[in-house]
């Protein structure tokens, strides 16, 4: 049997991680995407809430690029068989992404209602389908999916509709709405906070209950149940059931550090489940995709780390950067990102003079 | 299945000849840009400051449509070509991975702060982030490139266990192909921005706006341009020189030239039989020499000719036809090297006008600067499809075929509605940014001083 401690698992590991940076980021893009029209009443408020994703949102979408990649790299059968499995899905999510990435742009090149509502409507719907359907596609590779003996998905496009499956995607749908109230709550002034925190209110408890309901079922759901698995679920559970208490009590603050460790515990525990599995073989599990069987060869994962080891810290720090950058809330100014502040009326001089 | 992967290469095609419409001119309006700022942060002069944010704007329209379908980009191997994908994978992944995690998320973060961060960091921070930017972008290029020069000329890799398995990344990363491949992409990049930049820059010569500013930035442009597209056309000498080593089934395909010829002639025009697999021209204009010349820096240098090569691959992979569409391309080929071509000329009678000092006056030149904006564009659209194209029947060139790669559990209707609703957002999505483009440059760039006269603030934010 194979251990612990092995490339195949590392990278198992940080693709993982590439998720849970992804769910994390993008979760809250894809919130405040969808909750757009309904914290942001006039022109001048919906631009407010774009920007508090405007300059970030990009960034925060390459951590999806990159797990798409480091699957490629590091287990080439895995990223073949779920992509080529789930096309009409996958193609939904291409779909998604690429009106709400254009969206951004166009939205404020022409002052017409109606020109604006087209793209307000392209990034809801646009942040709506990738948040709803990764989470399907998540729970189909831990439920199992009808392989074949060269790993290739035999089923059809509604097989992966299954109640799990589709509990699994209001999951992920009701975490980025959570995550993306609490998130507009810490970055936008009056009148949007308080209608984000109303919106709060409601969806943290849901996406509380849908967690904790998704990962007992996952927990019953897989045969094995490792430590690693009974830990990522309970913090999931904990972290879930604190957010929803600290925003009901008002301390946004911690209940999106909550909400975001109950994310990456959520993700965590679906990877737990999964492994060492990447694909559960419906069918008897004969077929099943494991790290092991699905990896690259180990000249190719010992490279891919050096690259990771150095590059990964780098990325980190000038992203981090750019939230210490943006770190004010974005004030209702009319006009573009000025770097104005409710809480510093005076700007100093040299920023006063914007258009 | 066949139907699947003609299918499956049409939409290859489609989104990554789009995608590809637009790459380019982000990455080389972001380098020209960032000149622009730069010149600004060092003389304050308001018309480089104004030039910055006019241009910013428009780069940043192409920027968008270039990153979305670029997302596409990433897991439609993984989509339609499962059979691909397993069998690189290990190879072919890691400048994908690395592409990502080394120069994806430099561009798009620096971008972000480019966009909204004017005076919330300092003027040398904000210029360095479009800087940033610029050489992400130039990067991301780099990698795509190594690993497109891997299926065109593969190294480093050995074959285990029914697939290929990396043996060096090294040798990967510093293939000849990608020697040439990445600067006569990049090069080519900075030749349509400054083709892209001239060209609007001539519309409002011609109407007379703002022309001090523009004829600065025409002048800038000739120069850029000239240099960028005889660096291109001179690498590209070179890259089809080794080319012919590599892959002489390509330069034969490229001449249409059917017999094995010392000397060989360069051909201008020909015409073969209709037929799926001619194997001779019928027709063929060509200048004596020329080809061995150029390919083999010989006056009688021997070039190979498709049906010898044929017949050697036969020899060596087994029965098969192993030619790629000589007239597509034969004619690619020809419309890349004659766009090029036109480019440089025209640009040398621009270089000529700014010797002259009247550039901002000569109206035909500023007229055809207009259509000339399409120059590049018709180049590097035919240079990929002759790229790509000429490699065929091979994905892998010498290892594997296109047909093998497919994705086994798709079907023609998957295929037929993704290429179709790709066909039609990406159609839409290219309208509404050229017609967002055209607006920007009626509209025109921030005045200098505003209704009462006063000079207006510098103001470089371009965000939404």
């Known amino acids: 049997m194979h251990g612990l401690w092995n490339l195949e698992t590392l990278w198992f590991v940080l693709v993982c991680v590439l998720w849970i940076g992804f769910m994390f980021l993008e979760g809250f893009d894809f919130g405040v995407g969808m909750l757009l029209r309904f914290v942001g009443k006039t022109p001048e408020e919906r631009r407010a809430v774009i920007h508090t994703i405007g300059p970030v949102?990009?960034?925060?979408?390459?951590?999806?690029?990159?797990?798409?990649?480091?699957?490629?790299?590091?287990?080439?059968?895995?990223?073949?068989?779920?992509?080529?499995?789930?096309?009409?899905?996958?193609?939904?999510?291409?779909?998604?992404?690429?009106?709400?990435?254009?969206?951004?742009?166009?939205?404020?090149?022409?002052?017409?209602?109606?020109?604006?509502?087209?793209?307000?409507?392209?990034?809801?719907?646009?942040?709506?389908?990738?948040?709803?359907?990764?989470?399907?596609?998540?729970?189909?590779?831990?439920?199992?999916?009808?392989?074949d003996q060269a790993g290739n998905y035999t089923g059809s496009f509604w097989d992966l509709l299954n109640p799990y499956a589709l509990l699994g995607g209001v999951v992920t749908l009701l975490l980025c709405l959570a995550h993306g109230a609490s998130f507009l709550q810490l970055r936008t002034v009056e009148p949007i906070k308080a209608r984000a925190?109303?919106?709060?209110?409601?969806?943290?408890?849901?996406?509380?209950?849908?967690?904790?309901?998704?990962?007992?079922?996952?927990?019953?759901?897989?045969?094995?149940?490792?430590?690693?698995?009974?830990?990522?679920?309970?913090?999931?559970?904990?972290?879930?059931?604190?957010?929803?208490?600290?925003?009901?009590?008002?301390?946004?603050?911690?209940?999106?550090?909550?909400?975001?460790?109950?994310?990456?515990?959520?993700?965590?525990?679906?990877?737990?489940?999964?492994?060492?599995?990447?694909?559960?073989?419906?069918?008897?599990?004969?077929?099943?995709?494991?790290v092991f069987n699905s990896a690259s060869n180990h000249y190719t994962l010992v490279v891919m780390t050096i690259t990771a080891l150095i590059l990964v810290p780098i990325v980190l720090i000038y992203q981090i950067w750019t939230y210490y950058v943006f770190r004010q809330r974005v004030g209702l100014g009319g006009s573009s990102a000025e770097p104005t502040t409710p809480e510093a009326p005076a700007p100093p001089p040299e920023a006063s003079a914007q258009v | 299945m066949s139907s699947v992967v003609e299918l499956s290469r049409w939409q290859f095609a489609i989104t990554t000849v789009y995608h590809f419409l637009f790459v380019p001119i982000s990455i080389g309006m972001a380098g020209?840009?960032?000149?622009?700022?730069?010149?600004?942060?060092?003389?304050?002069?308001?018309?480089?400051?104004?030039?910055?944010?006019?241009?910013?704007?428009?780069?940043?329209?192409?920027?968008?449509?270039?990153?979305?379908?670029?997302?596409?980009?990433?897991?439609?191997?993984?989509?339609?070509?499962?059979?691909?994908?397993?069998?690189?994978?290990?190879?072919?992944?890691?400048?994908?991975?690395?592409?990502?995690?080394?120069?994806?998320?430099?561009?798009?973060?620096?971008?972000?702060?480019?966009?909204?961060?004017?005076?919330?960091?300092?003027?040398?921070?904000?210029?360095?982030?479009?800087?940033?930017?610029?050489?992400?972008?130039?990067?991301?290029?780099?990698?795509?490139?190594?690993?497109?020069?891997?299926?065109?000329?593969?190294?480093?890799?050995?074959?285990?266990?029914?697939?290929?398995?990396?043996?060096?990344?090294?040798?990967?990363?510093?293939?000849?192909?990608?020697?040439?491949?990445?600067?006569?992409?990049?090069?080519?990049?900075?030749?349509?921005?400054?083709?892209?930049?001239?060209?609007?820059?001539?519309?409002?010569?011609?109407r007379n706006r703002d022309s001090e500013m523009f004829a600065k930035a025409a002048k800038a442009m000739v120069v850029v341009g000239v240099i960028a597209t005889a660096a291109t056309m001179l690498i590209g000498h070179f890259n089809g020189q080794l080319m012919t080593r590599q892959q002489p089934m390509k330069m034969a395909a490229a001449e249409a030239l059917y017999n094995t010829s010392k000397p060989a002639g360069f051909s201008l025009f020909a015409v073969a039989p209709f037929a799926e697999h001619p194997s001779r021209t019928s027709f063929d204009i060509t200048v004596p020499h020329t080809l061995s010349l150029l390919a083999t820096n010989s006056w009688n240098g021997e070039v190979k000719g498709i049906n010898q090569l044929q017949a050697a691959d036969v020899a060596k992979y087994g029965p098969g036809n192993y030619e790629p569409i000589i007239g597509v391309t034969y004619w690619t080929f020809r419309l890349m090297v004659g766009a090029g071509t036109l480019m440089v000329l025209f640009l040398l009678w621009g270089l000529y006008l700014v010797w002259r000092r009247k550039i901002d006056r000569s109206k035909w030149f500023l007229k055809l600067a207009l259509p000339a904006m399409a120059l590049p564009t018709i180049a590097i659209t035919t240079g990929w499809l002759f790229t790509e194209l000429g490699r065929q029947p091979w994905v892998v060139y010498g290892l594997m075929l296109t047909k093998n790669g497919i994705s086994p559990s798709i079907t023609a209707f998957d295929v037929w509605v993704s290429i179709i609703l790709f066909t039609v957002i990406y159609g839409v999505m290219g309208a509404v940014a050229v017609w967002l483009t055209v607006r920007i440059v009626k509209k025109g760039p921030d005045p200098e001083v505003d209704e009462a006269g006063k000079a207006v603030e510098p103001n470089l934010h371009v965000a939404y």
């Open chain 1, 57 to 147: 949102w990009d960034g925060n979408e390459v951590w999806l690029l990159t797990a798409g990649g480091a699957t490629f790299a590091a287990f080439p059968n895995w990223y073949a068989s779920m992509f080529s499995g789930f096309y009409l899905a996958l193609f939904l999510v291409l779909f998604g992404l690429i009106i709400r990435g254009v969206s951004f742009e166009f939205w404020g090149k022409v002052e017409n209602p109606q020109w604006r509502s087209v793209w307000e409507l392209a990034m809801a719907v646009g942040s709506f389908l990738p948040a709803l359907l990764v989470g399907v596609a998540f729970a189909n590779l831990i439920r199992g999916i009808s392989l």
């Open chain 1, 197 to 290: 925190a109303a919106l709060g209110r409601i969806l943290l408890p849901l996406a509380a209950i849908a967690v904790i309901g998704f990962v007992l079922w996952t927990f019953g759901e897989v045969s094995h149940h490792s430590p690693g698995l009974w830990i990522t679920m309970i913090v999931a559970i904990v972290a879930m059931v604190a957010m929803a208490a600290l925003g009901a009590m008002g301390r946004v603050g911690l209940a999106f550090v909550a909400g975001g460790l109950g994310i990456a515990m959520a993700v965590a525990t679906w990877f737990t489940a999964l492994y060492p599995n990447v694909i559960v073989d419906s069918n008897d599990h004969a077929y099943n995709l494991t």
């Open chain 2, 32 to 206: 020209i840009v960032a000149a622009f700022q730069t010149a600004w942060y060092r003389t304050r002069n308001p018309q480089w400051m104004r030039l910055t944010r006019f241009f910013g704007k428009i780069m940043l329209l192409s920027f968008a449509v270039g990153v979305v379908t670029g997302i596409v980009q990433e897991f439609q191997f993984g989509m339609n070509w499962a059979g691909y994908s397993r069998y690189v994978g290990s190879v072919f992944g890691a400048p994908l991975a690395v592409e990502a995690l080394a120069a994806f998320f430099i561009e798009s973060t620096f971008l972000g702060i480019w966009i909204f961060g004017y005076k919330r960091i300092s003027e040398g921070w904000h210029l360095a982030t479009i800087w940033l930017a610029a050489f992400g972008s130039a990067l991301s290029a780099y990698f795509i490139l190594a690993a497109n020069s891997w299926m065109q000329h593969p190294v480093g890799y050995k074959v285990v266990n029914g697939r290929a398995e990396m043996t060096s990344f090294w040798k990967m990363l510093t293939n000849s192909t990608v020697f040439y491949a990445f600067p006569h992409t990049v090069i080519g990049a900075y030749a349509n921005a400054a083709f892209i930049i001239l060209g609007i820059s001539a519309w409002y010569l011609i």
